[in-house]
């Protein structure tokens, strides 16, 4: 069955790759009405490889990964998942996938362990649940009946369900929303384990902190577009390693020309409203050109940070936008 990878029907070839590619999209739109939710969108995931799609709510992330689940259709393009087309060949991929559904309302009356056991018969070789109830730290909500369980228990089930059938390809869309702090580091630590077994990972999610730890690559989704894609480390580099940013916060509309004129200043904008940043050479002595500029102009000053840019400010630099709502 595992002999479906070497082949990419009607997904283009991954040309000048060596690592074999798990999955192609190129060229995915889908509308659902006028709204058009992935507009284009074109990328490959390595085998082995964790690679995240960062977007804000609303950006196309869920509507991407379930078109590759094989749960909605594509209106245009070419997507293949292992090899297979994941609507037409549903029957080859569904066992060699794991996926992580959204379990509210599913067996509201049935314990924890109960759903996963019966998940568990549906594979050839699955994980034994209780290892697995074990391991997502479940123990302690094993015989809880779903309807019961908490929204970070839900998540921690579902990590189970995804993981039973010991999947060559994990898609985990926002896998730790709703977790607390602790429960989910315990899921990165799953999720950088499957990878260390071989696994390839799909990831999304909203938080950056889990997309710049956990992914290999990150493709920055924005209204069902992509605008970045690359490793964390290629996202943060972006400019020159003379330029130091100074960011801060300070009263809404200030004169950004003025501030890139000041001596020190090699350009200023305000990327969202009251949000500034100025590159600069010499970070000391911009500060000291810029908290008498905005004293002198009465503008209450907020927040202040020299440093180079963190994945989110590469964010909203490129959107215009928060992370967040
Ligand atoms: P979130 O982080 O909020 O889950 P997302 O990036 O996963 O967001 P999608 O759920 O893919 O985004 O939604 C993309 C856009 O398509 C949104 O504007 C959403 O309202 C719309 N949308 C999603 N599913 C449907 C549907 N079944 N019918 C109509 N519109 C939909």
């Known amino acids: 069955m595992s002999a479906a990878k070497t082949r990419a029907p009607g997904a283009g070839s991954g040309a000048g790759t060596t690592a074999r590619t798990a999955i192609q999209v190129e060229g995915l739109v889908k509308s659902y009405g006028e709204h058009m939710a992935v507009r284009d969108l074109s990328f490959s995931v390595a085998e082995g490889e964790i690679f995240a799609l960062l977007g804000p709510n609303g950006a196309g992330k869920t509507t991407t990964v379930e078109i590759l689940e094989g749960y909605r259709a594509a209106d245009k393009g070419n997507i293949a998942v292992l090899g297979l087309h994941p609507r037409t060949d549903a029957r080859q991929l569904k066992p060699q996938i794991g996926v992580m559904l959204q379990l509210d309302g599913v067996y509201p009356t049935l314990r924890a362990y109960e759903v996963l056991r019966l998940f568990s018969e549906f594979f050839v070789n699955p994980i034994a649940p209780d290892e697995l109830i074990e391991r997502v730290g479940l123990r302690d909500a094993a015989r809880t009946r779903c309807r019961q369980l908490s929204g970070g228990q839900k998540r921690r089930l579902a990590l189970a369900l995804a993981l039973v059938g010991r999947p060559k390809l994990l898609f985990l869309d926002e896998p730790t929303t709703g977790m607390d702090p602790q429960a989910r ?35 920055i989704i924005d209204n069902g577009a992509l605008i970045a894609l690359d490793t964390p480390a290629g996202l943060t580099r972006g400019q020159s390693t003379t330029t130091t940013e100074v960011y801060f916060s300070a009263t809404p509309g200030l004169d950004v020309v003025a501030l890139g004129k000041l001596p020190s200043s090699r350009g200023a904008r305000e990327e969202t409203s009251g949000k500034y940043a100025i590159e600069t050479g010499d970070a000391r002595a911009l500060l000291a050109e810029l908290t008498p500029w905005l004293r002198d102009r009465g503008a209450d000053l907020t927040e202040l940070r020299v440093g180079r840019s963190s994945l989110e400010d590469v964010f909203l630099r490129l959107t215009g936008k928060e992370m967040r709502e």
């Open 185 to 219: 580091r315990a899921t990165w630590d799953i999720i950088q384990e499957q990878k260390a077994q071989g696994t390839t990972v799909l990831l999304t999610t909203h938080f950056m902190d889990e997309a710049e730890r956990l992914a290999d690559r990150i493709a």
